[in-house]
Nanobody, 124 residues
Framework: QLQASGGGLVQAGGSLRLSCAASGLTFSSYHMGWFRQAPGKEREFAGEITWNGGNTYYADSVKGRFTISRDNAKNTVYLQMNTLKPEDTAVYYC???????????????????WGQGTQVTVSS
């Protein structure tokens, strides 16, 4: 089970940190991704961190503004979002991708478990 939290309303240029706590799975056996879905749009990849935190990958739209980190001792992954823009408004989801998965990490189908989502709203 994945439980995302930390969403809210923030002004453009502000920051938020999302958290995603995992339970019932071996957290260090999964790469962890963040996706987002804006109203009327498809769910899109935001970024991923590998199982040991050794590598991170980001969508071009968030690169340089968002940072993913994880604490395997706490079974938690984080998404630090800085310099937020109104177009970042979306429901944000965390997801777990098993080690050894060969699928494109930007493909939601590569992920086996999903959190419930947390709303982020950026006002202009």
């Amino acid at each position: 089970q994945l439980q995302a939290s930390g969403g809210g309303l923030v002004q453009a240029g502000g920051s938020l940190r999302l958290s995603c706590a995992a339970s019932g799975l071996t957290f260090s056996s999964y790469h962890m991704g963040w996706f987002r879905q804006a109203p009327g749009k498809e769910r899109e990849f935001a970024g991923e961190i590998t199982w040991n935190g050794g590598n991170t990958y980001y969508a071009d739209s968030v690169k340089g503004r968002f940072t993913i980190s994880r604490d395997n001792a706490k079974n938690t992954v984080y998404l630090q979002m800085n310099t937020l823009k109104p177009e970042d408004t979306a429901v944000y989801y965390c997801a777990a991708r098993p080690l050894g998965s060969a699928r494109n990490i930007e493909n939601a189908r590569a992920y086996a478990y999903w959190g419930q989502g947390t709303q982020v709203t950026v006002s202009s």
